[in-house]
């Protein structure tokens, strides 16, 4: 069971005790209605407003019942709080949503760009599609699924693999930032991406690509013959009861690969208890164990601090190892398993004036030293 506790200062009131039932009464989602309009890479990053009020999906507890310190995570929460473009944290621990705080006008039913945060649900999907015969496996060339684009690439091009994509390791060039502005003045999207210079042999090197997981995401389409957003909804999001408010789309209605995903934190934090329990919702598997496994195994030690998987991050903090989702301006998914608990934060970014939020702060100064008990 999931709980909640609307600590002293959040702006949600704590819901009436009940079990969850996510699954129950989810509605198929329209991704026609939900699409972006093909016209920008990056979108403006509007809030949208979940029409579903989720809830029943929690009920009440306190912190010190699931051995944590209230009065050290409300000043942690309160800190949070002081960047302006902060929108919400949401801690969970032992299942139990312990604290949730919105800032600066948002709330639970505001939903939001995660931005990069949905490269690791893409991650989620792409071994789904494995699981169930879509995929034969992530070392398939991407070239088996979208030939059309490999006609006249070389040899070495034609290697390029799933997970080489996913792992950030395709070999093509890319700058992440500004190859995007070049990409969305092209008819193809997908085309402009394949069509790249190779400027390293697929799978020997580590360079942040936005453009890597947008090409996974047309993989998914063709060999599930569903939109992404489609197979999201059917296969994840909806037995967990989430419902994206909206999701990009290019010219060809790729569904954006890895960005302009639009959720609320407590549809986050449900995706971040699904990894922490090793991929099953409500005692049921959704996500392989392979994909939570792979998720938390490096492939990259990208600097000094932070290291990179299949489409998740990866640090240690006071000892503890824990993996996460990061999405641009502060949208983070943290998962940790020694202390069986999910964070959840997400700012504002419809401008530039943002300041990230800092989460590794966070854990360091405030979450990890309030627990007190198993």
């Given at each position: 069971m999931?709980?909640?506790?609307?600590l002293?200062?959040c702006?949600e009131?704590?819901?009436?005790?009940?079990?969850?039932?996510?699954a129950?009464g989810t509605?198929t989602?329209?991704?026609?209605?939900i699409?972006g309009?093909?016209?920008?890479?990056?979108?403006s990053?509007?809030?949208?407003?979940?029409?579903?009020?989720?809830?029943?999906?929690?009920?009440?507890?306190?912190?010190?019942?699931?051995?944590?310190?209230?009065?050290?995570?409300?000043?942690?929460l309160?800190?949070?709080?002081?960047?302006?473009?902060?929108?919400?944290?949401?801690?969970?621990?032992?299942?139990r949503?312990?604290?949730?705080?919105?800032?600066?006008?948002?709330g639970a039913q505001?939903?939001?760009?995660?931005?990069?945060?949905?490269?690791?649900?893409?991650q989620?999907?792409?071994?789904?599609?494995?699981?169930?015969?879509?995929?034969?496996?992530?070392?398939?060339?991407?070239?088996?699924?979208?030939?059309e684009?490999?006609?006249?690439?070389?040899?070495?091009?034609?290697?390029?693999?799933?997970?080489h994509?996913?792992?950030?390791?395709s070999?093509?060039d890319?700058?992440?930032d500004?190859?995007e502005s070049?990409v969305?003045k092209?008819?193809?999207?997908?085309?402009?991406?394949?069509?790249?210079?190779?400027?390293?042999?697929?799978?020997t090197t580590y360079n942040?690509s936005?453009?890597?997981?947008h090409?996974?995401?047309?993989?998914l389409?063709?060999?599930?013959r569903?939109?992404?957003?489609?197979?999201?909804?059917?296969?994840l999001f909806?037995?967990?009861?989430i419902?994206?408010e909206?999701?990009?789309?290019?010219?060809?209605?790729?569904?954006s690969?890895?960005?302009?995903?639009?959720?609320?934190?407590?549809?986050?934090?449900?995706f971040?208890?699904l990894?922490l329990?090793?991929?099953k919702?409500?005692?049921q598997p959704?996500v392989?164990?392979?994909?939570?496994r792979?998720?938390?195994?490096q492939t990259?030690?990208?600097?000094d601090?932070?290291?990179?998987?299949?489409?998740?991050?990866?640090?240690?903090?006071?000892?503890?190892?824990?993996?996460?989702a990061?999405?641009?301006?502060?949208?983070f998914?943290?998962?940790?398993p020694s202390?069986?608990?999910?964070?959840?934060?997400?700012?504002?970014?419809?401008?530039?004036?943002n300041e990230?939020?800092?989460?590794?702060?966070?854990?360091r100064?405030y979450?990890?030293?309030?627990?007190?008990?198993?």
């Amino acid at each position: 069971m999931l709980s909640l506790l609307a600590l002293a200062g959040c702006t949600e009131a704590a819901p009436s005790k009940s079990t969850p039932t996510a699954a129950a009464g989810t509605a198929t989602v329209d991704c026609n209605r939900i699409a972006g309009n093909g016209r920008t890479f990056y979108e403006s990053n509007p809030t949208y407003t979940d029409p579903r009020d989720d809830g029943a999906d929690w009920s009440a507890t306190s912190p010190e019942e699931q051995g944590m310190d209230s009065t050290l995570l409300r000043a942690g929460l309160t800190k949070l709080g002081n960047n302006a473009s902060s929108f919400s944290a949401l801690v969970i621990r032992h299942d139990r949503l312990v604290a949730e705080r919105y800032y600066h006008g948002s709330g639970a039913q505001r939903s939001n760009n995660v931005h990069s945060v949905s490269k690791s649900i893409l991650q989620a999907l792409v071994h789904i599609a494995v699981a169930k015969g879509y995929i034969g496996s992530l070392d398939d060339p991407v070239a088996d699924y979208l030939p059309e684009y490999f006609g006249n690439a070389s040899p070495e091009k034609k290697k390029i693999t799933i997970r080489h994509m996913l792992t950030m390791r395709s070999g093509l060039d890319w700058a992440e930032d500004s190859t995007e502005s070049q990409v969305e003045k092209a008819s193809n999207w997908v085309q402009t991406i394949l069509g790249r210079p190779l400027v390293s042999v697929p799978g020997t090197t580590y360079n942040y690509s936005t453009g890597n997981t947008h090409v996974v995401s047309a993989v998914l389409q063709k060999a599930t013959r569903m939109s992404t957003c489609q197979f999201a909804h059917q296969y994840l999001f909806e037995p967990m009861g989430i419902t994206a408010e909206h999701w990009g789309r290019d010219p060809q209605s790729i569904f954006s690969g890895g960005y302009n995903v639009y959720l609320t934190p407590r549809e986050m934090a449900k995706f971040g208890l699904l990894y922490l329990h090793d991929g099953k919702w409500a005692g049921q598997p959704l996500v392989p164990t392979s994909a939570v496994r792979a998720a938390q195994a490096q492939t990259t030690q990208v600097d000094d601090t932070f290291a990179y998987s299949e489409g998740w991050w990866m640090h240690t903090i006071s000892r503890r190892a824990m993996y996460f989702a990061w999405g641009y301006g502060g949208q983070f998914v943290y998962v940790i398993p020694s202390a069986d608990i999910v964070l959840v934060t997400s700012e504002n970014t419809s401008d530039n004036s943002n300041e990230e939020i800092s989460a590794r702060a966070f854990i360091r100064n405030y979450l990890l030293p309030s627990i007190t008990g198993p």
